[in-house]
């Protein structure tokens, strides 16, 4: 009998090239995402060594950071290192061959939006790509990370990754999400609990009943910010939900295929013995509807609570706290729901889903935004947005007062025209609260989309569960 | 790939945590397509105002640490993005060595990438190190990539741990996709064997 494996362990041992005797391993790597910011000096690379693309059929790039997200873009983009960073992108597709989603194409969206939505990933794929949040592909139980530009050139050139085995760890969330309560709660209170550095060298299985509750795009969101908590990559096991939603989808298997690829996805679980050198337990129902009030991701407090003091923190997060106050402009003791914003963003690849733009609209439906609120939805991709034309949101979000946009990065990092002002606050259903992020001085919020959607109707942050 | 085998610099102290990509090279400066040249815009918002103006509060603006070539941080250090932007800015500013407590998994394997040596020692060595970068310019320390030693101004030593194979490329600046595809008959018989086991991938 063999010992027992975790998911990762089992995933890790299938794509397995090789294998030098200090550990040092050359994975094989399924599937390679590419966008427009972290891929031109890999494509120059190969192109200065006189080398090609191994596996063209595997790599597919779409541009999304830089897009503009209005209406009018067809015109094309005005800001010129923007353009040419796009033009690089279009040109390299066609200079390498690779599978491309251009501007233009309904199917264009964030990159991790994208993967997902066209069958490219599946169960037991190891993925990856230029971008941190390439964690979000874990949902499927595909073991996706982040690269740098470097190992982007690598990727294209080998179609392997040299890695060194990270451990493994497991976060459980037991029980049921009380109502109100979402996947984007869940991943924050993890990383509230376990610090943005609690999974540095990990990888985090999430499993429990309420994770195993969570549709695709919730479990999406959970995995897509395990990076927040250092995480190398997140992961959860495939099921049926799973196979649901990956059925029919342009790129996954067909006939017979999908046969002997359900076969083997159905063994990708985490064996009963398995050993795990981290384990993390959360009871679902003490999980409330959450913000951050700083300026890490680990900066998490239930909407109920109120600004920290320095003081409550010991360690180098002292003179971390004050300096986030500081630059966030938020006074100890203030409740959270007393906080004013400006403006409210819904969307990136963590909430830029249909579900997400459904609970939207479940809190908007037939009210107006608070006057003189600056609010965007911009969705996660060109089909996304399709469908929430279909399912008539896109009218509930405008006679809201909303604007309704293309799809891309947006104001999720805000390399686009979609920025904050400085000290601009901002409701946002993004990823990461970090100092500029969102533009210069800009002060951001994270929080579900529910949770934003509530904020834009009352300007101040709001507890969702007081809406009706 | 850049080389690093020892260095006798000027480190500078910048005791904060988390220290994230975004501070580390704001995204107004990935749009470019090459990369060089990023170092003016190092900790751009940290170092300058809006016009421009250096904020002499800032470390590497202090008349002491302008020539820093060794980086001594909190815990935690370049998380966030996977943007290799960071280190390349790192790099054309002048630093080869960052020393922190811990290190976000993605900025620490572009460092090696790029001739840069990120060093993780517990929170209390750190520490001694941080005083010493605190003395300015005069306190210069070695970093020792051979020996895998810090020596400080005052000659004490520390050892640091780093991984064989990334000590090998960065001692010996090789290419590492050179070296992979001296592999490629494994990687041919992987993808034979897959396309077997797994013909949808
Ligand atoms: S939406 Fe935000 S986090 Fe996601 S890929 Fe785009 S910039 Fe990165």
Redesign the pocket.
Same mark, same amino acid.
């Given at each position: 009998m063999t010992a027992p494996k975790t998911l990762y362990d089992k995933i890790w041992d299938a794509h397995l090239v090789h294998e030098a005797e200090d550990g040092t391993s050359l994975i094989y790597i399924d599937r390679h995402l590419v966008?427009e910011v972290t891929s031109p000096q890999a494509f120059e690379g190969l192109r200065m060594a006189g080398r090609t693309v191994r596996a063209p059929d595997k790599t597919i790039a779409v541009p $999304?950071?830089n897009v503009p997200t209005t209406l009018d873009r067809a015109g094309g983009i005005t800001n010129e290192e923007s353009r040419i960073q796009v033009e690089a992108l279009d040109s390299n597709a066609a200079e390498f061959g690779v599978h491309y989603y251009p501007v233009s194409d309904v199917r264009q969206g964030?990159?991790?939006?994208v993967g997902p939505e066209q069958g490219w990933t599946l169960p037991g794929m190891t993925v990856v790509c230029g $971008?941190?949040?390439t964690a979000?592909h874990g949902a499927f139980g595909a073991l996706a990370h982040g690269i740098g530009t470097s190992e982007v050139e690598h990727v294209l050139a080998t179609q392997t990754l040299i890695q060194s085995k990270s451990k493994n760890m497991k976060v459980e969330i037991t029980g049921t999400l009380p109502p109100g309560v979402t996947a984007k709660d869940i991943t924050l209170t993890v990383i509230g609990r376990t610090g943005t550095a609690g999974g540095t060298g990990h990888v985090i299985e999430y499993c429990g009943e309420a994770i195993r509750a969570l549709s695709m795009e919730g479990r999406m969101t959970v995995c897509?910010m395990a990076i927040e908590g250092g995480a190398r990559a997140g992961l959860i096991a495939p099921d049926e939900k799973t196979f649901e939603y990956i059925k029919g989808r342009p790129h996954a298997p067909k006939g017979a295929q999908w046969e002997t690829a359900l076969a083997w996805w159905k063994t990708l679980f985490s064996d009963e013995d398995a050993h795990w050198d981290k384990v993390i337990t959360i009871d679902a129902s003490e999980i409330a509807p959450v913000v951050t009030w700083g300026t890490s991701p680990e900066d998490v407090l239930p909407i109920t609570g109120t600004v920290p003091a320095p003081e409550d923190f010991t360690g180098g997060k002292v003179e971390a706290a004050r300096r986030a106050l500081d630059y966030m402009g938020l006074t100890p003791g203030t409740p959270l729901s007393e906080v004013e914003i400006d403006t409210v963003f819904i969307?990136?690849?963590?909430n830029?889903r249909i579900e997400d733009l459904r609970a939207v609209a479940d809190v908007l439906k037939g009210k107006k935004i608070k006057e003189g609120l600056r609010a965007m939805i911009v969705p996660?991709s060109g089909l996304v947005r399709a469908q929430a034309e279909e399912e008539g949101l896109a009218e509930i979000f405008q006679q809201a007062g909303f604007e309704w946009r293309l799809a891309?990065?947006?104001m999720?990092?805000a390399?686009n025209p979609d920025q904050l002002a400085p000290g601009e606050r901002c409701a946002s259903t993004?990823?990461?609260n970090f100092e500029g992020r969102q533009g210069y001085k800009g002060r951001t919020h994270l929080m579900s989309p529910a949770m934003a959607a509530a904020a834009a109707l009352t300007g101040r942050l709001t507890d969702v569960r007081e809406m009706n | 790939m850049q080389k690093f085998t020892t260095l006798t610099g000027i480190a500078a102290p910048m005791p904060q945590i988390n220290v994230d990509t975004d501070m580390i090279i704001p995204k107004q400066f990935l749009k470019t397509i090459k990369r060089t040249g990023l170092g003016v815009n190092l900790f751009d918002e940290m170092r300058f105002d809006r016009d421009g103006n250096e904020n002499p509060d800032f470390v590497l603006n202090k008349p002491q640490y302008r020539d820093a070539e060794i980086l001594v941080a909190g815990e935690n250090f370049g998380c966030g993005?996977s943007r290799e932007h960071a280190p390349w800015a790192i790099r054309d500013f002048g630093i080869s060595c960052v020393i922190a407590p811990s290190f976000a998994d993605i900025f620490y394997n572009n460092c090696f990438k790029n001739g840069i040596l990120p060093i993780a020692l517990p929170q209390e060595q750190v520490d001694i190190l941080m005083k010493d970068a605190e003395k300015g310019a005069n306190a210069r320390m070695t970093v020792d990539l051979e020996t895998q030693e810090i020596t400080t101004s005052d000659g004490e030593v520390i050892r640091f741990e780093v991984d064989a194979f990334k000590k090998h490329c960065l001692l010996n600046g090789l290419d590492d996709i050179g070296l992979t595809l001296e592999k490629a008959a494994a990687i041919d018989s992987f993808e034979a064997r897959q396309g077997q086991a797994r013909p949808w991938v």
């Open positions: 966008h $999304d950071h964030i990159v991790h939006i $971008d941190s949040h979000t897509n969307g990136s690849c963590t830029g996660g891309g990065c947006s999720c990092l390399m993004s990823n990461r | 993005s």
